[in-house]
C-alpha cells in the first residue's frame, strides 16, 4: 500500500472549530499570510482555499456577511468581479491551466461549506486532472504544498490596482 502524506491536514485537524465565519474572522487579522489572504480590496478580499479542489484554489469573497450575490451592493458586486477577473489571469499566468472552474455555492444543498457568507470560487483545471484518487480513495492529490502556493501567487497580486 502506498502512502499521500499531507502534513498540513493536521493543522485542520487540530484547530478549534467553534463554527465563527472564516470569511469574517480571518480578515480581522493582520497575518496575511498565515491565513492565505492574496489581496484586500475595499469592499472583498481574495483567500487561498485551504481545503482545495485543485492547486491555486481561490475564493473571492466580500467583507459584509451576505448569505446571497443578491445582497451585494453595486460596489461590492463590482469588485468581486473585478476580483475574480484578476484571479484568473494571475492563474493563468502562473500556473498555465487549460480552464477554470468559477462560481458560487448559495445555500447547504448547493454545496456551500459556509452557507451565511458568500465567496466566489475559481478553480483552475488541467485536462486529466481528475483521476481515479477522488473516485475510489476519495482522496484528493494536490502537488503543491499550500505555503509554496502563496508564495508563488502573492507577488502577483501585490500588481493588482482596482
Partial sequence: MKKIWAPWRMEYITQDKSGECIFCSLPKSEDDKKNFILFRGKHCFVIMNIFPYNTGHL?????????CITKLDSEESLEITELTKNCIQILRNANTPDGFNVGFNLGKSAGAGYDEHIHNHIVPRWTGDTNFMPVLAETRVIPEHLKKTYERLVPNFKKIRL
Fill in 59 to 67: 475564493m473571492v469573497s466580500p467583507y459584509r456577511h451576505l448569505a
